[in-house]
């Protein structure tokens, strides 16, 4: 799995990890209401996704939120750049679906003095899920990793760029004590059976 963790060291540049407001309240694994109230779906046709939960082993949702209704491209500066605070679908990756077969990638902000809601992936843990909602259906994933990574591209060529059936990558600045780290947080998740 570390080897795992240092592949995506290469993957992935985010933006906007800097300040806008004072008073953030650090991330924690609080209940939310749940947003996604329909079960996973055992058969279920690529399609973008529009809403995320982070959820406990146990079943508790710590996070629910929409995803921004427009696919993220790269920029002119071949930089994934979220447009506002929501998580979004970049649209160069798979489509969430049973039967996909590359994988998916979700990015999000992250502020050191403004909320957004992929601050929550700093408290993510291997054998939490991650609930996607899409037009076609419900789809959970198992998390088998989380960590801080250099930042690095994720358009570059390595290993997480492979076309991996059910994966999963969630990603964001990483920001640890309220100020920005030169790292991004990445969780990898795998469909669930």
């Not at 998916?104 to 902000?109: E, F, L, P, W």
């Not at 957004?116 to 994933?141: E, H, I, M, S």
């Not at 989380?146 to 600045?173: H, Q, T, W, Y």
Request: negative net charge.
């Amino acid at each position: 799995m570390r080897h795992l963790i240092w592949i995506l060291a290469g993957l992935l540049v985010l933006t906007a990890c800097g300040s806008e407001e004072p008073g953030v309240a650090p991330p924690d694994r609080s209940a939310v209401e749940s947003r996604i109230s329909a079960s996973a779906n055992p058969a279920v046709e690529p399609a973008q996704p529009t809403e995320i939960e982070l959820r406990s082993g146990t079943g508790e949702t710590y996070l629910s939120s929409p995803i921004h209704a427009d696919g993220l491209y790269r920029d002119a500066n071949q930089v994934l750049n979220p447009v506002d605070a929501l998580p979004a679908w970049w649209a160069e990756s798979g489509l969430p679906g049973t039967s996909t077969e590359q994988t998916v990638v979700v990015v999000g902000h992250n502020y050191s003095k403004r909320d957004a809601p992929f601050k929550a992936l700093r408290v993510v843990q291997p054998g939490d899920q991650v609930v996607l909602n899409t037009p076609a259906g419900v789809l959970d994933y198992a998390v088998q990793t989380v960590g801080p990574l250099p930042k690095g591209s994720l358009l570059a060529d390595n290993d997480l760029r492979e076309s991996v059936p059910g994966r999963l990558i969630l990603a964001n600045c990483d920001v640890q004590n309220g100020e920005p780290t030169d790292d991004n947080y990445i969780v990898v998740a795998q469909l669930a059976s």
